[in-house]
């Protein structure tokens, strides 16, 4: 059974940062290729980073610069930080093993003044 708790979201000031975590059960997130997702209201998912079992990161135009996806493979949980965060990155945020559909219950990010 695989479980993904995504957690970190809340509320932040446009220029903000956040800290967002997924902490893994039923799988190894050591060797698996591993990425953040999000979703806003009345949009699809979109892909915002991916870090692969051998560290190697890539991000979407729209947050590179800004995010750092990572890992500690100890704890089994992947991280995504995001620094100067504006109104469009409001989403809720998802993790998942890149080459499966497997999928927590997200977490909140909301920007906002």
């Known amino acids: 059974q695989v479980r993904l708790v995504e957690s970190g979201g809340g509320l932040v000031q446009p220029g903000g940062s956040l800290r967002l975590s997924c902490a893994a059960s039923g799988i190894i997130i050591a060797i698996y290729d591993m990425g953040w997702y999000r979703q806003a209201p009345g949009k699809q998912r979109e892909w915002v980073a991916s870090?692969?079992?051998?560290?190697?990161?890539n991000y979407a135009d729209f947050v590179k610069g800004r995010a750092a996806i990572s890992r500690d493979n100890n704890k089994n949980t992947l991280y995504l930080q995001m620094n100067s965060l504006t109104p469009e990155d409001t989403a809720v945020y998802y993790c998942k093993p890149v080459a499966t559909d497997f999928w927590g219950q997200g977490t909140q990010v909301t920007v906002s003044s």
């Open positions: 870090i692969s079992h051998g560290g190697s990161a």
